[in-house]
């Protein structure tokens, strides 16, 4: 994981802390007693979520978040400046990057990848671009991904 600066990791947390709750919260999170995401009890490590609400998340649980935004990050920050990634040709760091990325969905409890503009998982096989846009509805970013062939097929996508 890459070295944030104090505001990156302000922003970061402000993502999981919107972003990242469950549905539903059970009894005891909703009563600040247990961690949002694995219910495991409060202890002296917890992370706050919300200044204005008791909830709160255990470290693995938001370390394991954590890790997921900043490898996405990281991809798509290389992806962003590299001249190979951008000409959609072979690049074994931004491979890498996706490979790192790939080993905190579990973790952090997100789906396998998909694509966004086919909706077919990325296979590891493939080669898959890191892909942000803007919802029309909440303004949030949302950061997903794309095969190679789906950006070149839909330029006006990415």
């Given amino acids: 994981m890459s070295v944030q600066d104090?505001?990156?990791?302000?922003?970061?947390?402000q993502l999981i802390a919107v972003h990242e709750f469950p549905q539903t919260l059970p009894p005891a999170a909703l009563a600040g007693e247990a961690c949002v995401w694995c219910t495991?009890?409060?202890?002296?490590?917890?992370?706050?979520?919300?200044?204005a609400l008791p909830w709160w998340g255990c470290l693995p649980c938001y370390f394991a978040r954590l890790a997921w935004y900043v490898t996405w990050y990281d991809w798509h920050d290389h992806h962003e400046s590299c001249a190979p990634c951008q000409q959609r040709r072979t690049c074994h760091v931004g491979h890498g990057r996706r490979i790192l990325h790939q080993q905190t969905t579990g973790p952090a409890d997100k789906p396998h990848p998909t694509c966004f503009p086919c909706r077919s998982p990325l296979l590891p096989a493939?080669?898959?671009?890191?892909?942000?846009?803007?919802?029309?509805?909440?303004?949030?970013?949302?950061?997903?991904y794309t095969h190679v062939r789906c950006l070149t097929e839909r330029p006006g996508s990415r």
């Fill in 126 to 144: 493939e080669r898959a671009a890191p892909l942000l846009w803007h919802s029309p509805t909440t303004f949030a970013p949302r950061l997903g």
């Fill in 40 to 51: 495991s009890p409060a202890d002296t490590t917890a992370v706050e979520l919300s200044a």
């Fill in 6 to 13: 104090a505001g990156e990791l302000a922003r970061l947390h």
